[in-house]
């Protein structure tokens, strides 16, 4: 099974960005589709977007961060990215990524119960202040 280890949180002005990393450990992460999420304290955790597994050629992102995320991956380096730009204070919260052989199960992880996502990061902390 794989590991995954996010690292690159910090703090940020609104405004800044900030690349996170998720190295993966144990297997070769080509084999998984990766995504994203995020999660405040006391709310339930959001999703930030997936990207398939192999080259990556396909990624979906929720509604509300399209054009200011971007998720990109390096099978190479066995390491999965998430760019943030134009950060805003509402972006701060603990920032997960994880692993599934299929895309699908990514998308809907935090809207159908029934999903079990293979593996979790233990997550990194982003925060956007001044």
């Known amino acids: 099974q794989v590991q995954l280890v996010e690292s690159g949180g910090g703090l940020v002005q609104p405004g800044g960005s900030l690349r996170l990393s998720c190295a993966a450990s144990?297997?070769?992460?080509?084999?998984?589709?990766m995504g994203w999420f995020r999660q405040v304290p006391g709310k339930e955790r959001e999703l930030v977007g997936v990207?398939?597994?192999?080259?990556?050629?396909?990624?979906y992102y929720a509604d509300s961060l399209k054009g200011r995320f971007t998720i990109s991956r390096d099978n190479a380096k066995n390491t999965v990215y998430l760019q943030m730009n134009s950060l805003k204070p509402e972006d701060t919260a603990v920032y997960y990524c994880?692993?599934?052989?299929?895309?699908?199960?990514?998308?809907?992880?935090?809207?159908?119960?029934?999903?079990?996502?293979?593996?979790w990061g233990q997550g990194t902390q982003v925060t956007v202040s001044s």
């Open positions: 994880a692993a599934d052989p299929t895309f699908h199960n990514l998308v809907v992880a935090t809207t159908d119960k029934d999903i079990s996502v293979e593996v």
């Open positions: 144990g297997r070769t992460v080509s084999d998984y589709a």
């Open positions: 990207i398939k597994r192999r080259s990556g050629a396909s990624t």
